[in-house]
């Protein structure tokens, strides 16, 4: 099977800085990567995924990096904001097992 | 667009009771997925329906979940009896089909929070 883990339980930034999530996965079968926030109270919500054939992909504010060598992704989020507090996971997928795993999400703190 | 209704919000019940979920995914998502979160933990699996059909139910406790996806739409979950490590909350997502992947990505509900006393 899949095992997810994270490098860090919690982090806090400053408002403004940037922060970076980090998420380390076992199965090299693994074809693609979400990332996903979740509010307190609410559902897990998509912020942005990767296929396994790309090693970076940008969004609006949020870029995701891939390394399948260490089988190794990371969530980078620019100029942090407040909004931006939540818990933050990925999920990697095998799409021919139809399978997904989350990791256990870090926490993200951002300070006025 | 409507997303994925989950009811109740919110329910506490004494162990060795019984307790049951609903679930409407977004219209036309043909995969439905019911996930368990405990506190501080990622959301777990339990089972995926496509349409009316389980695809994946191999982490469901089945002595004591069960879960059903009558005509392909609605969704119920259903613990029966509870236990004290069933407090979670249980969280209803949709996708358009064919597990996950690219263009299939998942909506999740608000979650339904369980606490067994």
């Known amino acids: 099977g899949e095992s997810v883990g994270l490098h860090l339980p919690t982090l806090s930034v400053q408002e403004g800085d940037n922060s970076i999530i980090n998420c380390a996965y076992s199965?090299?079968?693994?074809?693609?990567f979400i990332w996903y926030k979740q509010e307190s109270g609410k559902g897990p919500q998509f912020i942005i995924d990767i296929r396994s054939n790309m090693d970076k992909r940008q969004g609006q504010r949020v870029t995701v990096l891939l390394n399948k060598t260490v089988k190794h992704l990371s969530l980078q989020i620019a100029a942090t904001q407040p909004g931006d507090s939540a818990v933050y996971f990925c999920?990697?997928?095998?799409?021919?097992?139809?399978?997904?795993?989350f990791g256990d999400g870090t926490t993200l703190t951002v300070k006025p | 667009e409507a997303g994925v209704a989950q009811s109740p919000r919110y329910k506490i019940i004494e162990k060795r009771q019984s307790v049951a979920f609903w679930c409407n995914p977004i219209s036309g998502h043909a995969t439905l997925y019911w996930y368990q979160q405990i506190l501080g933990q990622g959301p777990k699996l339990l089972i995926q329906?496509?349409?009316?059909?389980?695809?994946?139910d191999s982490q469901l406790p089945k002595d004591r979940f069960s879960a059903e996806r009558l005509k392909g739409v609605d969704s119920t979950l259903k613990i029966q009896p509870a236990k004290l490590e069933d407090s979670a909350v249980y969280l209803c997502?949709?996708?358009?089909?064919?597990?996950?992947?690219?263009?299939?990505?998942?909506?999740f509900g608000e979650g339904s929070r369980l606490t067994v006393l």
């Open positions: 329906f496509q349409n009316n059909g389980v695809v994946d």
């Open positions: 999920a990697v997928c095998n799409t021919n097992a139809g399978k997904s795993t």
């Open positions: 199965n090299s079968a693994s074809d693609y």
């Open positions: 997502a949709s996708s358009l089909g064919g597990g996950p992947g690219p263009s299939r990505e998942l909506f």
